[in-house]
């Protein structure tokens, strides 16, 4: 199977192996290829890993989440490895780090857009129903639990794409998670009183992300500290976004950052389109 691919650059590393790019042969189709060392793994590593493979699949069809192509095993030498979508542009980190470095802010039509695309990956993650051709048979919700602009991706369009679910559980409908995993600014307030991880706190981290783009930091970004941040969650108070944006987005991104009851993302997806 390796000598299908034609091995490129080195675009991500990580704790069990790297992302490469690399060229199918037959086609010249450029991929982004995940090579993963499992035997350095442990039981725990294997069953994300697994969870991460199962997910992916469940997910093919959406044309804003990153498309997984295959997977295949060199038993040989321990390593597993995933194909999936190249997309060229980078990442939503990349873009605010461009407005900052350029002291310029993103338009308005452009969060719009960016905000659409990934409210539908969102809301095919956390339906719990299959497409037709799968039967019509449920599948179970899946929480992205990492939204963050370093896991949004741009391909060579242009179109987001919501990336890396290493981090994502596939949950039963009653039974969500204690577990947190993610980033530190982008933590819900369910999160930081010990509560469950449900949907409800990826749409906080989504209203987080859309704050960011808009402001080129996080709303919580003042906090030198955990229990200050912890403070900052619980007190909700969201910051006004810079001059320029309208006060609909801003009720909009403030109505996914609320303490308690948040805009649901059936309703983000009808709103945005």
């Given at each position: 199977?390796?000598?299908?691919?034609?091995?490129?650059?080195?675009?991500?590393?990580?704790?069990?192996?790297?992302?490469?790019?690399?060229?199918?042969?037959?086609?010249?189709?450029?991929?982004?290829?995940k090579e993963l060392n499992y035997g350095r793994m442990d039981e725990r590593d294997l069953r994300q890993l697994g969870e991460e493979v199962n997910i992916l699949q469940n997910l093919r069809g959406n044309d804003h989440i990153v498309k997984y192509f295959e997977r295949y095993v060199d038993k040989q030498?321990?390593?597993?490895?995933?194909?999936?979508?190249?997309?060229?542009?980078?990442?939503?980190?990349?873009?605010?780090?461009?407005?900052?470095?350029?002291?310029?802010?993103?338009?308005?039509?452009?969060?719009?857009?960016?905000?659409?695309?990934?409210?539908?990956?969102?809301?095919?993650?956390?339906?719990?129903?299959?497409?037709?051709e799968e039967g019509g048979k449920k599948k179970p919700i899946i929480l992205h639990r990492d939204i963050k602009p370093e896991n949004v991706f741009l391909n060579h369009f242009g179109l987001v794409k919501l990336g890396d679910f290493g981090l994502s559980k596939a949950m039963e409908m009653a039974a969500f998670t204690n577990t947190y995993v993610g980033t530190p600014y982008y933590m819900s307030p369910e999160l930081i009183n010990g509560q469950k991880y449900?949907?409800?706190?990826?749409?906080?981290?989504?209203?987080?992300?859309?704050?960011?783009?808009?402001?080129?930091?996080?709303?919580?970004?003042?906090?030198?500290?955990?229990?200050?941040?912890?403070?900052?969650?619980?007190?909700?108070?969201i910051p006004n976004l810079p001059r320029g944006y309208s006060s609909q987005l801003t009720a909009l991104i403030k109505s996914m950052l609320r303490q308690d009851v948040r805009v649901e993302i059936c309703f983000l997806s009808a709103l945005t389109y």
């Open positions: 199977m390796d000598t299908q691919f034609e091995p490129l650059d080195i675009i991500g590393t990580g704790s069990f192996g790297i992302i490469r790019k690399v060229r199918r042969i037959h086609d010249g189709l450029i991929l982004a290829r030498n321990f390593m597993l490895y995933i194909l999936m979508e190249y997309c060229s542009q980078g990442d939503l980190a990349a873009v605010i780090s461009r407005c900052r470095r350029d002291q310029v802010h993103l338009s308005e039509d452009t969060i719009w857009s960016y905000l659409a695309q990934i409210t539908t990956a969102l809301l095919d993650c956390h339906s719990a129903e299959m497409s037709s449900d949907v409800k706190s990826d749409i906080w981290a989504l209203g987080c992300l859309m704050y960011e783009l808009c402001a080129w930091h996080p709303p919580f970004h003042q906090a030198q500290t955990q229990p200050e941040l912890a403070k900052l969650i619980r007190e909700g108070k």
